[in-house]
């Protein structure tokens, strides 16, 4: 179908930045949205970022002016740069696409995918 593949994740101090990066690949006919995910052990996944293919973007109220999210069309690529971190924002984050695939090369369908996830700690 499609994979996602994400990078960027590490260990920083609070304060610190980092730039998640998440990579699909496949048959790729469109990419319509892609997002970005986090959960922390013991706690429930959360929704973080979500851009779509006209440019709107979402954030959830926890990360705003502090996070933003872009794309690399030509790359069906997705970046979450994240600034001003803190110890709360420590989670596995993983990136979602939603969009349309060839499943033969005469037609497409619609395709859900999720990226294995990256982890970021944020020491205090």
């Known amino acids: 179908q499609v994979q996602l593949v994400e990078s960027g994740g590490g260990l920083v101090q609070a304060g610190g930045s980092l730039r998640l990066s998440c990579a699909a690949s496949?048959?790729?006919?469109?990419?319509?949205?892609m997002g970005w995910y986090r959960q922390a052990p013991g706690k429930e996944r959360e929704s973080v970022a979500r851009i779509t293919s006209g440019g709107d973007t979402w954030l959830v109220d926890s990360v705003k002016g502090r996070f933003t999210s872009s794309r690399d069309y030509a790359k069906n690529t997705v970046y979450l740069q994240m600034n001003s971190l803190k110890p709360e924002d420590t989670a596995v984050y993983l990136c979602?696409?939603?969009?349309?695939?060839?499943?033969?090369?005469?037609?497409?369908?619609?395709?859900?995918?999720w990226g294995l996830g990256t982890q970021v700690t944020v020491s205090s």
């Open positions: 496949g048959r790729i006919s469109s990419i319509n949205v």
């Open positions: 979602n696409a939603e969009g349309r695939y060839y499943p033969e090369s005469w037609y497409t369908d619609d395709f859900t995918s």
